[in-house]
């Protein structure tokens, strides 16, 4: 049983870099908990000073409730895996395996029981003799999980480690970590800059940015109620499309002014949404994701196509809306002169679609999300 607390925690590197941001981060116990973010906002450093690599400069870090902001890593039992997989070329899998135990003085026996008992666990039970140059990267990748978990330790943290491997076995290997995980339910803690791996393995997702600590929920909370434009459009590929749109009163209801076309909002939004007609008149920077659209012939969004991409069982169209467009940058939201918003939207495999056309699009009002166009917060229920 182990959960991680991490209080008001800073990092400011010896040379002033300050990596970290007074977070507040809670790790339940047994749980697979993703840090994502893209490169340089900070995981990794969050990760090792759970490990105890590196000394917070400000704040509390609670193991099962204990302080140990002064504990060294061996005292914190932390099993660490990183992306090389750093396996002894000389030793059989099955010595690979076994080495933590064997350095720990347990009788030859014991070691080979467990040794052979992990190995059932990772599916490479049938490989025990291999010198690891003889194994597939898959197969390395779960040898040096072995070696990590061998000594049950009270928490598993995890550095990219998966960003070695190509892309078929990326994605074998991640849900190979997932089963390991649910199996032994030791608490973890998964660094990825990668969304889709985040969504997932993750029971539940941080994302971080600028050292900063954004929004903490399952993969589903993240992609329904994203808390800012850098969390909606950071999940999901392709990513959120986001213009400038204006809500107005429509007789019987609200609608949206988006570029020169109407939306009526039909549909009662989704929990935790915004209620429309307290909005009423605020330009906002309006988000609906990809599948949120429909090409119907009588479609209220008129878009005009610039390309189209095969992607086997439907196509991709990436389009143009005659709204400004909102893009968030390193120093905040930059709205276009231009009045031209890029879109992307799904159609059928086989369906006709002509370049520069315009294509009908009907949005699903229930799930459009909104967002204050100075600070990007979303806005909520
Ligand atoms: P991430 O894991 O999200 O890529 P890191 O935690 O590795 O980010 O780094 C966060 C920031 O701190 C980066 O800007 C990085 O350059 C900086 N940084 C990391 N380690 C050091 C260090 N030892 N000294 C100074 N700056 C560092």
């Known amino acids: 049983m182990t959960t991680i607390q991490l209080d008001d925690v800073s990092k400011v590197y010896p040379d002033g870099h300050v990596a970290v941001h007074h977070i507040a981060l809670a790790v339940d116990d047994g749980e697979f908990h993703v840090l994502l973010g893209p490169s340089g906002c900070g995981k990794s450093t969050v990760l090792r000073m759970i490990a105890g690599l590196e000394d917070a400069t400000h704040g509390e870090l609670r193991l099962d409730g204990v302080r140990v902001n002064d504990v060294g890593p061996r005292e914190r039992d932390v099993a660490m895996a990183f992306q090389t997989h750093a396996l002894y070329p000389q030793m059989t899998v099955a010595e690979n395996i076994g080495f933590p135990l064997k350095m720990a003085g347990l009788r030859p026996r014991v070691v080979a029981e467990r040794v052979e008992e992990i190995a059932r666990l990772l599916h490479v039970d049938d490989v025990l003799d291999r010198r690891p140059s003889r194994l597939s990267g898959g197969q390395q990748q779960r040898v040096s999980l072995g070696r990590s ?41 998964f660094v990825t800059h990668d969304q889709e791996e985040a969504m997932a393995m993750a029971d539940r997702i941080t994302v971080m940015r600028d050292g900063l600590v954004i929004q903490t929920g399952t993969p589903t909370e993240l992609y329904e109620r994203p808390a800012d434009l850098f969390v909606a459009q950071f999940l999901g590929s392709p990513q959120m499309n986001v213009m400038v749109a204006r809500v107005i009163e429509r007789g019987d209801g609200s609608a949206l002014e988006i570029g020169s076309h109407t939306i009526p909002i039909t549909r009662t939004p989704r929990e935790g949404h ?108």
């Open 274 to 381: 915004v209620c429309w007609s307290s909005i009423v008149g605020r330009r906002i920077a309006v988000g609906v994701r990809p599948e949120s659209l429909t090409r119907v012939a009588d479609g209220e969004l008129l878009a005009s196509v610039e390309s189209t991409e095969s992607l086997g069982a439907e196509q991709l169209v990436h389009a143009l809306v005659d709204a400004p467009a909102v893009e968030l940058t390193a120093t905040g939201i930059e709205i276009s002169h231009g009045r031209e918003s890029p879109i992307t939207a799904f159609t059928g495999a086989h369906d006709a679609v002509s370049l520069w056309e315009p294509f009908a699009l009907r949005v699903d009002t229930a799930a459009i999300h909104a967002f204050d166009l100075e600070t990007g917060q979303a806005l909520a229920a």
């Open 149 to 189: 978990i061998i000594r049950s330790p009270r928490l598993f943290l995890m550095d990219e480690p998966l960003s070695n491997l190509d892309a078929h076995l990326r994605i074998e290997a991640r849900s190979e970590i997932v089963r390991i995980q649910r199996e032994l339910r030791t608490t973890t803690v």
